[in-house]
C-alpha cells in the first residue's frame, strides 16, 4: 500500500530527526562530578555537610539552571541581548587572549614614549557665568552692563556661577559644543553672550585658558599599565581574526 509505505517514511524521517537532535543537544545529567563541586561549594560557604534534603535541592537547582541556560540559546538570547553578547564576547577575549604578562617599568616607559598622543590633558577654561532661563530681554544693554562692572543675578543654575578648570569635555556635557566653542573663542576677562544652549541663555565671562599638555608618566602610570595589558589582548586576538573570518561567513 503506497500510504502505508509512505507513512513508514515519515516515521523513520521523524525518529532519524529525534536522534540527530539528541545528539547535537546531550542530555542534561547530574554527574558525579558535578554533585563533588556542588558538595565542596556547599560545605565552604555553611561550615557543614549538606543533608539529603541539600543534595536534592543540588541536583535541582542544577538541572533548573540548565533548562534555562538552553532555553535562553533556543531564543537566540546571545544572538539578541546586548549584555548577553557583551558577556560572551568578554570571555571568549580572555579565552583566546589569556591574561596579559605583567609589564616591568621600562616596558610601561616605552609604552608611555610611544603613544604620547594618548597622554594629553584636554584644554580647560575657567569662566563665570550669568544664567537666564528664558532668554532676557535687551541683551545687548545687559552686555554692555555687565562690561561695565555691575553685578546682574539672573536666575539660578544648578551648577552656580563659577567654574574653575573645567576640561571641555565636562563643558560639552553640560552646556554643548556651541557653548565650548564660544568660551574658547572668547576674550580673556571680557563678558560675552548670551551665548544659548539647551539649558537656557548664558552671558560668560572667561578667566583663563589652560591648553593641551602631556600628563607626567607618574600620573598616570595605572592608566598606561591598563592601556599596554589591552594592547596586548587586541593583538593576541588580532593573530586569531583571520581564522575566525574563515571559520565564519563574513560579508565584506
Known sequence: DP????LLAGIGLFVG??????METPPIVFTPEIEAAAVADFQTLTGRKPTAADRAKMKKDYI??????????????????????????DKVRYLIAGAPPEPNE???VDYYASHLD?????????????????????????????????????????????????GDSMVRGIFGQPFVE????????RWIGPIRSARGWHFVRRSERMPQAMIPFPRIRD??????????????????????????????
Not at 564660544?182 to 576677562?189: L, M, N, R, T, W
Open 106 to 108: 621600562e616596558q610601561l
Open 118 to 166: 594618548l597622554y594629553r590633558a584636554e584644554p580647560r577654561s575657567s569662566f563665570t557665568q550669568v544664567f537666564w532661563q528664558e532668554e532676557p530681554g535687551n541683551p545687548t544693554l545687559l552686555l554692555a552692563r555687565l562690561n561695565n562692572g555691575e553685578s546682574i543675578k539672573g536666575d539660578d543654575f544648578w551648577l552656580g556661577r563659577d567654574f574653575p578648570r573645567y
Open 3 to 6: 500510504l502505508f509505505a509512505f
Open 182 to 189: 564660544a568660551v574658547k573663542s572668547a576674550p580673556d576677562g
Open 17 to 22: 530527526y529525534q536522534i540527530v537532535q539528541r
Open 64 to 89: 533548573t539552571e540548565e533548562l534555562l541556560f538552553r532555553e535562553a540559546i533556543a531564543r537566540n538570547m546571545h544572538l539578541t541581548d546586548g549584555e548577553t553578547r557583551k558577556r560572551l564576547v
Open 223 to 252: 592608566q598606561v599599565r591598563q592601556d599596554y595589558s589591552d594592547a596586548h589582548s587586541e593583538a593576541a586576538i588580532d593573530t586569531l581574526l583571520s581564522d575566525l573570518k574563515d571559520k565564519f561567513d563574513v560579508a565584506q
